[in-house]
């Protein structure tokens, strides 16, 4: 659809992108990220998340893995995943 409508489609991306830089993570995240830190054991977070609040609580962007991307980085635009 960015194809078709480019102008619709990046109006949402930029209001979506305004909307979740301008939330806060809940107490969840500080609670995983003392329990990483506590235990001392090498961890990884694996998150469908594309918010980018694991980043924002403190969790090291290295050890972070989101399977469905993230806001922060720009992904093909292009129909069938042809970049």
């Known amino acids: 659809w960015f194809s078709e409508d480019p102008l619709f489609a990046w109006g949402i991306n930029y209001t979506q992108l305004s909307m979740y830089r301008s939330c806060v993570p809940h107490a969840g995240y500080d609670v995983l990220l003392k329990w990483a830190r506590n235990l ?3 961890y990884h977070v694996w998150t ?3 918010d980018g609040m694991f980043e924002k609580v403190g ?3 290295e050890l972070i893995y989101a399977c469905h ?5 720009l992904q093909c635009t292009k129909d069938r ?3």
């Open 40 to 42: 001392g054991k090498p």
């Open 48 to 50: 469908s998340n594309i």
């Open 59 to 61: 969790f090291p962007p």
């Open 69 to 73: 991307g993230d806001l922060q980085h």
């Open 81 to 83: 995943r042809t970049c």
